[in-house]
């Protein structure tokens, strides 16, 4: 696919601006709490060390997620979590701008999945550096992805891992549910739109009860 290909080569670019210098930028004004950065953060520290340890090292994984692009790269599982958490935003009506409280989540899963510089601290949004602000940049060509992806309703690396190990589904499901549901209550409530969306991760909607996830702890 011909969107891997690209989004591989903005991979290698930011890279490269992540080693740069420069002036900081203060994203406090995003309005993002202490505590909502704190519950973000873990979610998505969660993900990223739930993707390295059984989607990224699982060989069989890979190669599924390989054949499908038909690209031999092991960085395409983690772009193609990187498409599903975008598709999460969209789902959730959710915008992808690192000016709001939302954003700065989607910037933390950016930054921890693509090992770029990220933040680890709430402090630290005060002097956030330009290569971590340009993570942002990778978002139109994770969509062209999507767009390649067949249905963008639908988490493509589940899809993925139903024909491989369930139980690791779940697993992926739950992981990528507990972010969506953070990112969804930072104005407090849920949407009808929402509430649709993280039923449709959860597989709360469909007439299989087999494939249900446990919510209830989250």
Same mark, same amino acid.
């Given at each position: 696919?011909?969107?891997?290909?690209?989004?591989?080569? +903005?991979?290698?670019?930011?890279?490269?601006?992540?080693?740069?210098? @420069?002036?900081?930028?203060?994203?406090?004004? &995003?309005?993002?709490?202490?505590?909502?950065? =704190? #519950?973000?953060?873990?979610?998505?520290?969660?993900?990223?060390?739930?993707?390295?340890?059984?989607?990224?090292?699982?060989?069989?994984?890979? %190669?599924?997620?390989?054949?499908?692009?038909?690209?031999?790269?092991?960085?395409n599982v983690? !772009?193609?979590?990187?498409? /599903?958490?975008?598709?999460?935003? /969209?789902?959730?009506?959710? *915008?992808?701008?690192?000016?709001? *409280? %939302?954003?700065? +989540?989607?910037?933390?899963?950016?930054?921890?999945?693509?090992?770029?510089?990220?933040?680890?601290?709430?402090? #630290?949004?005060?002097?956030?550096?330009?290569?971590?602000?340009?993570?942002? %940049?990778?978002? *139109?060509?994770?969509?062209?992805? $999507?767009? =390649?992806? @067949?249905?963008?309703? $639908?988490? !493509?690396? &589940?899809?993925?891992? =139903? #024909?491989? /190990?369930?139980?690791?589904?779940?697993?992926?499901?739950?992981?990528?549910?507990?972010?969506?549901?953070?990112?969804? %209550?930072?104005?407090g409530h849920?949407?009808? +739109?929402?509430? =649709?969306?993280?039923?449709?991760?959860?597989?709360?909607?469909?007439?299989?009860?087999?494939?249900?996830? /446990?919510?209830? #702890?989250?």
């Amino acid at each position: 696919m011909k969107s891997f290909n690209d989004i591989y080569q +903005a991979y290698l670019v930011l890279k490269e601006k992540d080693q740069d210098d @420069g002036l900081t930028t203060d994203l406090t004004g &995003s309005r993002v709490t202490a505590t909502y950065f =704190e #519950q973000v953060y873990n979610a998505t520290r969660m993900l990223r060390d739930f993707v390295d340890r059984y989607l990224a090292g699982n060989a069989r994984v890979v %190669e599924a997620v390989n054949n499908f692009t038909g690209i031999e790269r092991a960085m395409n599982v983690k !772009f193609a979590v990187l498409v /599903d958490v975008i598709r999460c935003y /969209d789902g959730l009506d959710h *915008p992808t701008t690192f000016n709001r *409280p %939302e954003g700065i +989540a989607l910037m933390l899963v950016l930054t921890q999945m693509l090992d770029l510089d990220t933040i680890d601290d709430y402090s #630290q949004l005060s002097q956030v550096r330009p290569g971590t602000l340009s993570s942002l %940049e990778i978002i *139109p060509y994770l969509d062209a992805c $999507s767009q =390649e992806l @067949g249905n963008p309703y $639908s988490l !493509f690396v &589940s899809s993925i891992l =139903e #024909q491989i /190990d369930e139980r690791t589904d779940r697993l992926y499901r739950l992981n990528i549910y507990s972010l969506c549901k953070k990112i969804a %209550e930072v104005d407090g409530h849920i949407t009808v +739109a929402e509430k =649709e969306w993280l039923e449709e991760i959860a597989r709360l909607a469909d007439d299989d009860p087999s494939n249900d996830i /446990d919510v209830s #702890q989250i």
